[in-house]
């Protein structure tokens, strides 16, 4: 936990943070000192969330009775169960001690929090890369005047730049004005990739998260790699909920983004140029993916950017933002 804490204080854009009044729990010493490595199993049938303690993070697993603080439990009943999201990453504890973690405080009636008390973290806190898709939706491609990509445009964000559901994205301290928001699909991976097939490709993902690729446009247009525009501190935020992937289908998923409640993207996966197969066997035969790293997979159609000039109206301080994605949750986030 030591790690994600490190992670966590050099995270731009959080907001709240002093005003959660849970304190940290620390791991065991003992699965502190494991070697990273990675799942022996992908869990399944689960929906992980990353809740913010302090100055560190635990672990949150969505139940029925709300979400189940995995530290708080595992310091109560000690069944070796995993409490950092990078620890499941990482296959350290024992995964399936979670369910039991769950049945046990869902008895003692104690641990869970309120959806709308969680105080959020990024899905994901410590990826080992951060990739992103460019164009990779068709009516996203036409309303900028772009032709469709031939093969995936890549680009990328670094950790300074995630941000979590509930967090906020500080506008004004930066050097541009034309603020966007790009309503996206995350792909997270769950095994080592390297030159995998498209037809393997989706076993490698560990699960799902709503994303969105927050960008500076005015900073897109001063130099032709994107990397400037989107990578900010706090521009991409994540989550509330990583979803494993046996419970989503990611070729066919509603998206939608909004701006203070009016609906601004309204879209399917289906619409995209390529699918989540097709990304991850692409990247993996650049570059190896690790247990962790995320994809943004792009956005659909209804960006400012693709408004005529004169209807532009850019983000600005105060604004609220959303995406949502089918089976995934609502990710919210303001400007400041």
């Known amino acids: 936990m030591e790690h994600d804490r490190r992670t966590f204080l050099k995270t731009a854009g959080l907001a709240g943070v002093a005003a959660m009044t849970t304190a940290a729990v620390s791991p065991s010493a003992a ?8 799942p022996k199993e992908m869990p399944k049938g689960m929906t992980f969330a990353t809740l913010r303690q302090g100055d560190g993070y635990s672990l949150g697993l969505r139940t029925e009775h709300g979400i189940l603080d995995v530290a708080a439990a595992e310091q109560d009943f000690k069944q070796g169960a995993p409490t950092t999201i990078t620890a499941v990453f990482n296959g350290q504890g024992d995964v399936s001690g979670l369910k039991r973690l769950a049945a046990q405080a869902a008895a003692a009636n104690r641990h869970f929090i309120a959806e709308d008390k969680a105080k959020f973290g990024p899905a994901v806190t410590d990826p080992e890369k951060i990739v992103c898709i460019g164009l990779n939706y068709r009516r996203h491609a036409a309303e900028t005047g772009n032709p469709v990509p031939k093969m995936p445009i890549l680009f990328n964000k670094y950790n300074t730049a995630l941000n979590c559901c509930g967090g906020t994205v500080a506008v004004s301290k930066e050097k541009a004005e034309k603020f966007d928001y790009e309503a996206e699909l995350v792909i997270v991976i769950g095994r080592t990739a390297r030159n995998v097939s498209e037809a393997d490709a989706l076993s490698y993902i560990f699960g799902y998260a709503s994303g969105n690729d ?29 979803v494993t992937a046996d419970e989503v289908d990611p070729g066919k998923l509603k998206i939608e983004g909004t701006v203070n409640g009016v609906v601004r993207q309204s879209s399917n996966t289906s619409d995209m140029v390529f699918n989540c197969a097709q990304i991850v066997s692409y990247i993996s035969s650049l570059m190896t993916l690790e247990p962790g790293d995320i994809i943004f997979t792009g956005t659909p159609e209804g960006v400012i950017v693709g408004y005529p000039k004169e209807k532009q109206v850019w983000l600005k301080p105060g604004d609220r933002v959303t995406t949502t994605i089918e089976k995934l949750g609502t990710l919210s986030f303001t400007l400041a």
């Open 31 to 38: 699965q502190a000192a494991m070697p990273k490595s990675e």
């Open 214 to 242: 927050f960008t500076a446009r005015d900073l897109q247009s001063r130099s032709s790699p994107w990397m400037i525009s989107k990578t900010c501190d706090g521009f991409g935020p994540l989550g509330p909920y990583l």
